[in-house]
């Protein structure tokens, strides 16, 4: 079962680098344009708001990383506590901006705190 947690967690590792990617540096381009459905004339006005929102992403990572990473007693906490955060976060902006953030964030995120819990 652990093996399958850190599988789950490393995905949402790379999903949550992927929306960096796309809030940090593709937010006015084509392809930024095309993820989140925005105008050019939005897109140049919001991307400095994106950028910082890709920043707590890629803070999210971080923290996930570290907890895959770690060889001591925090490993656990830290995995519970990153996947924690990103399911509230997952769960606002589907409330908030769009129901397909909850199968993007929110349902790995879930998966992964389920199968964290019962590898502990």
Known sequence: MGIAANVVVGLVVVI???IVVLEMVLWA???GRAVFG???EFAEASKTLAANQGLYNGFLAAGLI???LADD????QAKLFFLGCVLVAGLYGAATVSRRILFVQAVPAALGLVLVLLAG
């Open 38 to 40: 925005t105008t050019p």
């Open 29 to 31: 381009r084509p392809r």
């Open 16 to 18: 949550h680098l992927y």
């Open 73 to 76: 007693g925090t490993a656990y």
């Open 66 to 68: 570290w907890a895959l």
